[in-house]
């Protein structure tokens, strides 16, 4: 999720001789932990009437398969570059909502994200140019801590999480989950490659419709590993707000619901010819 | 380190009838959880410089054996009540720093709270009925996660933690753990009863000497428990900021470093005679 | 609306010699300008249904000559002691929203306030010792400037204003004014009384019920000044959220609005027999 | 300072058909008031030394005249586009610091952005776009308001003003200025053109160095208009924090101060040859 550890800087500031990314970013070692009670909803079998439908850039299709299915992640997010970022949580942490919906690319099935939400300006910033269309919002989700409690659920059959997304002082998001089963094989849920729409505007008086860069991308992700993942229910709602799109996705259902922890590296994306 | 879910209830709201405290809070049945990086530091034998001195109220002293020993804690908390508030973690999720002095009570060793800053307004308001001086501020900390990776570290020998505090746009505060060993015996972290002062002043001109409620108590924490403690050293330091005299009690030396969780029930304050 | 500038010092500072007030406070020698586009609306004649009955403390009740009007103020304050606090805005600026409600205490008509937000912890600490039941809430109005242009109102005859407040991410209160004409004598503005309920819990078990603290005050407002006052219409919405009490006071109509610039002197509160 | 009131809306959002800026936008027809307590300073002669020069893109270079001098901006801005944004404060308001330090282009003297911070996600959205290499930060000045008091000061002379910001928990600039007289041709204030670099990186390996978009632009700013503008003495301090440069500017000394009120349209940016 994180490209450039200094996606803010001036990108001609004195150290980086206008090099948009760090050292730590063209070595490709990073790793990324995040935990996540996600949760997996979708529509029946039938598209999704035009209102709902999630908006796809040229290129990029409903799936037919899973017509209409879209999953809204909650995470947690802790990163590290170079220089042991992660003991600066002020600059590394950040939570973080988003929505991938099913779709194809070149006959294949792929996730496209169409909304997200950020609190943390350094995380936007490296996201805007991955392609993640990032706002800042504010996301919580329950945690799990080591005491015991009724305070603290810990990953267990009938476990609940809650979990929101606020931006522009509005709540957009509400979900719960509640645990079954651990998921043994959960490479599934990464099966579907990540596909992004980097832009960048051009605003010149009659080239607005030229955008400097509209491209598709594949996102890269390296050493990708999960831990902890549990499968459950869920119950999710999405509420209208000014300039967001979000509640338009609203479900027809409710899906599996599920919870772990997932890490990886970032080195790279790949553009879509 | 709750005391009432609805703290901030206006004190005649229309379901609560003049009663500040929640039935959860009477019947003494929650319980707290929390996650902590601590850092433990002390000056050595000698008193510390009259610069330096930790505000005592009257009926503290300081302790003659631990003379200016102080403990700094950067917690991260999720509470529940009868509602099942840890799954809205808007409302219920917090974070806390603040520091413990040791003092001298009728004799006998205690903790004073002279400085806590926590980012939750419910959590402030119920801290400052039970004798916690709390302002809003910002507290970060390292966290841990169960997926593998660089930018998590687990307990473990050599394991490293960071945390910050920051109030009113000032970083006031920054420390580090390293952990060396798992601490068999917590109990002695525990030894310590909590000293608060409830203060509520009088506005009335010419009784602004003789505030409505100026009383030692001491916090009761029931069912308290601690689990994955793990002890190493610490650095801490403390940076001056207007208004703010955290920096006054800047360490002669950093002690032990320890982190940990806890969690406990909050069912009443004792007043000390 | 400021009562005392080292409201969140730690009552037992060193400086301060276990006094919460500082001297500013003690001399009487404040001033705090503030700037509102208010709206002001009620409910026709007859009383407020009992679900929508504003709360009252013990000793005040509904004004009949006026069952149910509420005045809803948003505010954009800043303050001054005696330490040139106006030039630390992070300290001294914070915006607030409020109702006043119209209540009688011993035959008088007054103002009752039952909620209330401030984004300042500063300004949230001082108003709890006053009697206004503060939480932490993100106020925000349409602003007049200098420069002339289509996005910036003047106070002119048809000029509108906008207002909202949000507390714990969502939404409160949404306002707006449009002004007909300058208000020639706003001195009505400014004839009730406002009635605070100081308030501090007991935290002993078998006491809940008997508050440390709980005794109606009056405020004292000293050099009381309007400004540039202009009255119009208004409309005011209230959204439920949880926790939140406000939009039990729905307006059965919204009444005159009122945009204007307001000063005065804190000095004391006057504690009613 | 606005471009685009739909910045942060997905590239292809259902409404926008893939286009990421909005009919307002196209027809210029915004305009965007603000008011500044901004502050002027200045190393003198000589140059600035190479461990403070400001960094520059290629095609910049110091202004041989003025070599050195930075002018520092407090602005809190409220814009408008067709629909009545500046009603809605939450989108529409802002408080915004940046730099802009004199420079040569092509032999012609104009100014240069390095750093800038906003407190508002819109705000910085359409900044990148523009070339403004914005971050979140948190911004605060002195307001006038139209009821006399202390705590406020009216634009007259002697009267003094403050202003501060922070990112990520640091505060990186405070200033004060004090006003002399006003400013009979405030012309001058604007003789510079603002030059950005509008910049998105590549995200390939081995490409890093060939950013997707790297070009000079000129700022065009229509129908700018000044109010209140008043002149007088500055000072300012910047102070180190981790990843920001902003300190490397410290100022030899502080040079003219002055407060005022300005508005303009934003219509477009003209790409440099």
New interface residues.
Partial sequence: ML??V?G????????TL????PRA??T?R??????TPGTWWGSNSGPIPRPR?P????GLSPDPETSGRVVAYFF?W???GEN??????????YREFFVLVDAHYDGQPVSWC??IYVDN?HA??RG???GF?K??G?V????V?????????TPAPGA?????V?C????LAQA?VTLEKPLEDPSPLLSRATIN?????T???GK??K????EL?RMDYGDQ????VWIGSSEIEFYPA??E?LA?LRPVRSGMGFR????YNV?????LA
Same sequence: chains 1, 2, 3, 4.
């Fill in positions: 490209i450039s200094s803010w800087r001036s990108p001609c500031s004195r150290d206008c090099r948009f990314l970013r063209r490709g990073w790793r990324l932990p995040g935990i439908r908006p796809f850039p040229k947690d802790q990163f590290n042991d970022e992660y003991l600066d949580p002020v600059y590394s942490q169409p909304y300006h936007l910033a805007l140019v991955q269309p706002k800042i504010q919580h989700q329950t945690r801590f080591a005491s015991p409690g009724k305070a603290s659920p609940r999480f809650g979990a929101s606020s522009d002082e509005r709540t719960r729409l980097r832009h960048f505007p605003l010149e008086v607005y419709d955008p400097a860069v509209h991308v590993q999960l831990a902890e000014p300039r799109e338009d772990g922890s997932m890490s080195t790279q994306v790949f553009p």
